[in-house]
């Protein structure tokens, strides 16, 4: 899996549909990917609200976080 951002909900979709057949960058295990939370931050227009910067993905075969998804951000 190379891809480690989207661009927009509809492209985070995509992402999400073809997690349970990408195979773990980790263990190589195919279907144990599954989204594990939002990663949030402070927005940059400087009031206090939260945004969902990213999404962590956890595999679930070695208990592990295992890499982060970020919308407009690389990692
Ligand atoms: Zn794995």
Redesign the pocket.
């Known amino acids: 899996m190379k891809k480690s951002y989207y661009n927009s909900p509809s492209d985070f979709d995509k992402f999400h549909k073809i997690l349970k057949q990408t195979n773990?960058p980790?263990?190589n295990?195919i279907g144990?990917l599954v989204l594990n939370g939002a990663v949030k931050g402070y927005n940059e227009k400087g009031d206090d609200s939260e945004t969902i910067k990213g999404r962590r993905v956890f595999?679930n075969?070695?208990k592990k976080t295992?890499m982060v998804v970020a919308e407009h951000l690389v990692f």
Do not use: V
Request: with cysteine; aromatic share 0%; glycine share 0%.
């Open positions: 773990c980790h263990c295990m144990a595999c075969n070695r295992i």
